[in-house]
């Protein structure tokens, strides 16, 4: 019990923000307003120069390259950054990705033709494939990513997603002049999956457990097993309109 005369002597001043979490969130509204704006453009640009079917064959795509993304990365990337241990668990987070993440992606490449055929588009199916090369490749970076958060390396992570998107965004907007139609939305994500690859894995220097304990394979599962509902329902809510 604390007495009244001890209240007097209690701290009640405001706590300042750790300096990595200060830096994190200054980091965070720069890349918010700059991608904004640049994603504005980029859209603006791609809607004068895109024909509808362009933009409806892209959007097949990208629905395919979303699904799996809440799916199966998302859930194991905030296993990662969940459990403390910086070994074990995200060699088994790694592993666990490979395993979910590239038969689903070549699963994906192989269903592509006939999806194609169902929505009368052929050109999706070329973009459903190419999308899933950029997946295979963000996957590779799902870890590393993550551990960046973990260590509260906030300015890292940041600085690094706004140089992607500001690729992304550009590359709307040049490919998308120069006449690419549909796969201007597509070649950005893949140029831009090879720079944030290669950032995030330099930064980390993460190198994955060849043998990771079974503990760590089970708290990961367990942990994307709890969170597969909720991103299914968020997918759902967010594509199905």
């Known amino acids: 019990m604390i007495s009244p005369s001890e209240i007097g002597s209690i701290d009640s001043s405001p706590r300042a923000l750790d300096p990595d979490v200060e830096r994190g969130l200054r980091w965070s509204a720069i890349r918010q307003v700059v991608t904004g704006l640049a994603s504005t453009i980029g859209v603006l640009v791609y809607a004068r120069f895109l024909t509808p079917d362009a933009l409806g064959a892209a959007s097949l795509a990208l629905l395919v390259y979303d699904g799996l993304y809440l799916l199966i990365r998302v859930p194991i990337s905030h296993a990662v950054v969940y459990y403390q241990d910086e070994a074990e668990h995200p060699s088994a987070a790694f592993w666990l990705l490979m395993a979910f993440g590239i038969p689903a992606a070549l699963g994906m490449m192989l269903l592509a033709p006939y999806l194609g055929r169902f929505y009368h588009s052929q050109e999706a199916a070329a973009l459903t494939q ?18 960046l958060l973990k ?88 594509k199905m309109d």
Not at 130 to 147: D, F, K, Q, R, W
Not at 184 to 192: D, E, N, Q, R
Not at 215 to 229: P, T, V
Request: aromatic fraction near 18%.
């Open 130 to 147: 190419a999308i899933m090369a950029a997946y295979l490749m963000l996957s590779l970076a799902t870890v590393p990513g993550a551990l």
């Open 151 to 238: 260590q509260m390396r906030f300015h890292l992570y940041e600085g690094f997603q706004t140089v992607y998107q500001l690729i992304v965004f550009t590359g709307w907007i040049v490919f998308s002049i120069l006449g690419f139609g549909a796969w201007s939305l597509i070649l950005p994500v893949l140029i831009g999956a090879v720079f944030w690859v290669g950032a995030v894995w330099l930064a980390t220097r993460f190198r994955p457990r060849l043998q990771p304990a079974r503990s760590a394979y089970r708290d990961i599962f367990r942990f994307a097993r709890n969170l597969w509902g909720s991103e299914l329902l968020s997918y759902l809510m967010l």
